[in-house]
């Protein structure tokens, strides 16, 4: 875990600095990514997050942490950001933050969910919904390298509108024999889709390209149901434990 | 370097109603959820086949089965519990066996060494000194609620020292090793801070 040693070495403390948005990009009618520019960003390892604080007229203030999904070799740092109902932060994000606003964020945090073109071993990514975030940090940081590791991408969502990054995830596998995309619909599935329908189960992990003994590192991004469900599935199938990577988010639907 | 805050016009109305700041250390938001935050996958562990062990060093000093900890003094706490990932959650409600307890029951008075390291399924550790665990402080819970803690959660056994960040409450103990050094554990390891006071705001190394 060479990887994690790296991003671990400081131990200074880790500053707020200022991130002014250069662009906004509409990707699902839920989902923005925010382009941002972070004078003397520090760099970051593909699959660490930010914490983010924002700050109200009237000095109110609230934190809140955000996948990078950018490689480390991008000029700019990207947020994906899902609108979550309710939510006192993504709203706002997604909704009333424009090009040119600015607010404080910090990072790189996190040396676990990490994964770099110098790691051993087929590389196995599933995603649930908004989760792809910080896998689509490490498929651009393999193209940004390309590097021929074998990759396996199964991606999970409601409908084909709700999926992230289609056409750079379509395009980077086109010219890339050694990415395979799985994509699975479990709500919605438009009129002649070839893809998978359906949540992830038990048949589509079979049939990708990566059994255990082949030793993938797995990485696995969503709610916390799918990921406790693909987590739990992956250990049934003989993936060991400790080669699964995970990383939960929202409400745990227990 | 820049500590000047912008300001997010429009940002705020969509805020929650304010809890007392007595009550929710900075950074923090109420959640009434109870989100989950775990490195791998959730470790399916039957009580039939747990064990709870303590050490000295590398000495077993200590050593129950499911059945043997039950019996052990239960206590139930009411407390509030904080994630360095921001959200707080308030009178939660735990029952399990205080750290003091264990110690009485292992036979040991005083611990004689500063320093825990808690080992657990999954391979996952953490590190706290050993005074904030005594005097109450701390205890293996086995019970949420009132209920078995769910594996989701941490059971059939979690430690709980509810006024660090809850990264110190580490999930599926099953050891814990009492030492003479501190040493880190895995998120400590990995850049987060040593001690972790929520009050504070020791989220990572430095803070």
Known sequence: MTATETATASGRRLEWQVAEVSEIVIETPHVKSLFLHVTGWQGHLPGQHVDIRLTAEDGYQAQRSYSIASAPEDELLTLTVERVMGGEVSPYLVDELRAGDRFQLRGPVGGYFVWTVATRGPLYLIAGGSGIAPLMAMLRHRERRKAPVPTELLYSSRSLEDVIYPEELDAMAQHDRNLHIAYTLTRKQPEGWVGRRGRIDKAMLIEAPFPPPSKPNIFVCGPTPFVEHVSNLLVELGHDALAIKTERFGPTGA | ?207
């Not at chain 2, 239960?74 to 904080?82: E, G, L, P, S, Y």
Request: charged residues 25%; hydrophobic residues 35%.
């Open chain 2, 1 to 207: 370097m820049n500590d000047k805050a912008p300001i997010s016009r429009g940002f705020g109305s969509g805020r929650r109603a304010q809890t007392p700041k007595d009550r929710v250390p900075p950074g923090q938001y109420v959640t009434t959820d109870f989100p989950v935050l775990s490195a791998g996958p959730t470790p399916q562990i039957k009580v039939e086949d747990w064990t709870f062990a303590l050490q000295r060093g590398g000495s077993l000093i200590g050593k129950w089965s499911w059945a043997e900890f039950e019996a052990l003094p239960q206590t139930t706490i009411k407390t509030d519990i904080h994630c360095v990932t921001k959200w707080s959650k308030l009178d939660t409600v735990w029952r399990g066996v205080t750290f003091d307890d264990l110690l009485k029951a292992a036979g040991v008075g005083e611990p004689a060494a500063p320093y825990i390291m808690a080992h657990c399924d999954g391979g996952y550790t953490t590190n706290l000194p050993i005074a904030d665990l005594i005097g109450a402080k701390g205890m293996i819970a086995t019970r949420y609620d009132d209920l078995p803690i769910l594996p989701v959660h941490g059971g059939p056994a979690r430690l709980l020292v509810p006024h660090l960040y809850f990264w110190k409450s580490a999930k599926w103990v099953r050891r814990l090793r009492i030492m003479e050094h501190d040493e880190r554990g895995f998120w400590e390891r990995m850049g987060y801070h040593n001690y972790g006071d929520p009050w504070k705001e020791q989220r990572y190394d430095g803070d």
